[in-house]
């Protein structure tokens, strides 16, 4: 599913953010990206969505061998992908319906596959009721839901999320996990970077560390350490 082969990345200014980059996530992992503020993870994630090119090496995605992926194929590469981010990301002028919905028409898709994905994908994140409102209505928690629906409205085969509870409380926190949890269980496959040691060390999921951009540890059922 995703392959990073002796990837580095290298930034105008000379700023070294990965090195030696070896990396294989699997359909259906569900993968923690850790490390602290400047590691590099989310270059790793930027990387991966083709937001930024690599300096060296390779990394494929679903299939698409990304250095050689034409800019008119990264609509396809990005529809197979949904990406959550600390700060939601969500349109402040549209409801929470029509956010979700605007993942799908930038898409092309036709307003009937719309009418009927977008009320599940609501439910699936437990907020059909909020469809009318606006994100400023909503809480933190809610609006991350909101922009998980909107992540998971094209079906995508694989997950992203930036410190996804970095603006939300313990409680909140721990709702948008098991939301996350419960995607993967489904058979998407999901990637979280985060810096939060206690989400990390009660999941027991894989635990990929990265300080000053390498992977120093790469481990199944893995805990958050104490390296930094
Ligand atoms: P993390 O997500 O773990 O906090 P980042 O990937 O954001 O780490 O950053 C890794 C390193 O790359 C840091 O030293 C950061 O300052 C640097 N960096 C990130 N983005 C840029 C950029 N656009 N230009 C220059 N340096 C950058
Ligand atoms: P939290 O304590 O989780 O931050 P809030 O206190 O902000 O949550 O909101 C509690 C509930 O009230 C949420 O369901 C939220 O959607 C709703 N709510 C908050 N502000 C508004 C508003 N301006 N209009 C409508 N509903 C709102």
Redesign the pocket.
């Known amino acids: 599913m995703v392959e990073f082969i002796n990837v580095s990345k290298k930034y105008p200014n000379g700023t070294v953010a990965l090195k030696g980059i070896n990396l294989k996530i699997n359909k259906g992992d569900f993968a923690f990206i850790i490390g602290s503020s400047g590691s590099g993870k989310s270059t790793l994630l930027k990387l991966l969505m083709k937001e930024e090119a690599v300096t060296e090496g390779e990394v494929i995605v679903n299939g698409y061998q990304l250095s050689n992926l034409h800019h008119k194929q990264i609509p396809y590469l990005r529809r197979g992908m949904g990406m959550v981010f600390q700060d939601f990301r969500l349109l402040p002028n549209k409801t929470v319906y029509e956010n979700v919905a605007f993942a799908m028409e930038i898409t092309e898709c036709i307003p009937k596959e719309i009418r009927r994905q977008v009320p599940m994908s609501l439910a699936l994140v437990g907020l059909s009721r ?1 469809a009318n ?1 606006y994100p ?7 609006q991350q839901r909101v922009a998980i629906a909107r992540a998971l409205v094209n079906s995508p085969a694989l997950l992203i999320a930036d410190e996804p509870t970095g603006n939300l ?1 313990p409680e ?1 926190s721990w709702e948008i996990v098991k939301l996350l949890t419960e995607v993967n269980q489904r058979g998407t496959t999901v990637v979280v970077a985060t810096h939060e040691k206690s989400i990390v060390d009660a999941m027991k999921k894989r635990v990929i560390a990265i300080d000053k951009g390498r992977i120093i540890r790469d481990q199944q059922k893995g805990l958050y350490g104490d390296e930094d």
């Not at 400023?136 to 809610?142: A, N």
Request: aromatic share 0%; glycine share 18%; hydrophobic share 20%.
């Open positions: 909020k409102a400023h209505q909503l809480s933190g928690g809610e409380d909140n």
